[in-house]
């Protein structure tokens, strides 16, 4: 008996055992599912993160800019001169001066956007307020001088002191790997302004693919390119271009007889690495304006020709040496045509006087070079020389008194550039730097950066009442600037 | 304006000389487009430096090792960062994908 009841007893012992195992089986642990939806809900969140993170601002967004706050004194001689008083009257004679301004001031900022809205396809902004401190006009440096600062033209806005209003500098678009290939087509408001070799200077990064040779053009124009960068062994970095812009849109054929002014230019970089970079450039200017801002008649057309040669070269003694030379060629092409004064003949056509309708050719040359130390401190040097009939088109430059690189005689400058040793923050080529340096005009003729009108030696500005000037004439000018700027 | 065009169409035909030229990719050569997802670089010294690319077509990761000055001055310097979209040529070597072509993809 007793041997049955401990067989039965046994018996229920195992199957009480068993039985949770049955159970366990039919039904999951808790502790388990729990952790199978945990596994699940955290795969979801983290695909949730992915698409978020893919839509965040970061992946699609670029923020960037600077600001500077300059400091100019400006000092100039102008001559005894002849000053023209228009078609039907003499000349007048002017006693000279020297004018002077000890302290101008003035503020620029600029915000840049890059926005990928596609694969392959970017919009690039640039926006940019310039101003004079105390003032809301261009008054105090659009002073009669030179041509490309009597007025704010449409591709200058922006780049000499005008107002605080915050402009669109550039807007662009840009359809890059074109069918898989290195090929872009670009276009809108163009980045035709501070060009290679002038971004050593203005210690900016160099400008890639963007841009044009800075001794040629430095002018906002609205436009397109068609670029093509082929991978090539022996020619690395290479890439060419076609350029087209629109520098004054004539309207309505009906209401005048004027044409678009057009911009079509050809560039070729065979090589762009660091120690080499070649730039090689043809720009042709169709049915050039007399006045940008009050188009009365179009004057001819322009070829420009230029080659230019950049090198950085590390190790060399205890720093890095930048060197530039850049050369340019223009060849005018009048078509006897003259500057309308209040609807009067003045006289004035492209580079000539008179009747006079010949080709007029002139070259400009640039070079410098700048050292940077570990220390943030860098030394430069720059040089640039213009004959008489040298005529560039570059009246965006950052110069007060006029564009250096279109000055007809010399120009000398140096500056100092000192970084603050402060780490960035907002992206890996933020800096915030001090700049001072000294720019000195010696002009052999006049007219520089003006089309209009045959230029005159300026030792010869009183030989003759012919020999009158319509801007004050200056002999010299000099600088001295100091900049505070962060690039952010 | 036909001057003009005819300067245009000269330098396009020798654009299409220069590609003709300028041959394919060599046979183990391998091609891609992709957006830097990461830098591995042992400071400025460096002589080496791995990238991973996130392959804009196929979204997969490939290591690209750069041993070339001229790139790893960019990497060093910054001029190329995490984000650039890269267009690449690579062939394998010991297992390692070996950079023969690297830079930003061209526009502007």
Known sequence: MRKLIRIVVTGAALAALALPLAGRAADPDPQQKKIDELAKELEALKQQVKKDEEKSLSKWLTVSGDYRFRLDSLKGEVPAYYQYMGPAAMPVPMPGFDPENGTLMTNRFGLNLKAKATRNVTVTTRLLMNKTSGMQTADATNAGFFADRMSVLDGSIGHIPTDNVLRVDQVFATWSNIFDQPVWFSVGRRPSTGGSPTHVRENGERPGNAGVPGLLVDYAFDGMTLGWAPEIDALPGAFAKLCYGRGFEAGYSNTNDLKDTDMLGVGVVPVDTDPLRIDLQWNRGFNIFDDPNNVGVELGSIDWYGAGVLSTLKGIGPGSLTTFASGGVSITHPNGKHMLLGGMDSGAGLLTSGPDASDRTGWGAYAGLRYDLASGTKIGGEYNHGSKYWIPFDPAADDMWTSKLGTRGNVYEAYLIQELPLPAISSFVSKAFFKVGWQYYDFDYTSSNNWIGAPVKISELMASPMNAQMLAPLKSAQDFYGTFEVRF | ?108
Do not use: N, P, W
């Open chain 2, 1 to 108: 304006m036909k001057k003009a065009l005819a300067v245009v169409l000269a330098v396009v035909q020798l654009a299409m000389c220069v590609v003709a030229l300028s041959g394919v990719a060599r046979a183990d050569e391998t091609k891609m487009v992709g957006v830097i997802t990461k830098i591995d670089l042992a400071g400025k010294d460096a002589k080496t430096a791995t990238a991973t690319l996130k392959d804009v077509k196929t979204e997969e990761l490939v290591e690209i090792v750069i041993e070339d000055d001229l790139t790893l001055d960019k990497l060093k310097d910054h001029r190329i960062v995490e984000g650039d979209e890269i267009r690449c040529k690579y062939e394998v070597k010991d297992g390692k994908k070996l950079s023969t072509y690297f830079r930003k993809t061209a526009g502007c």
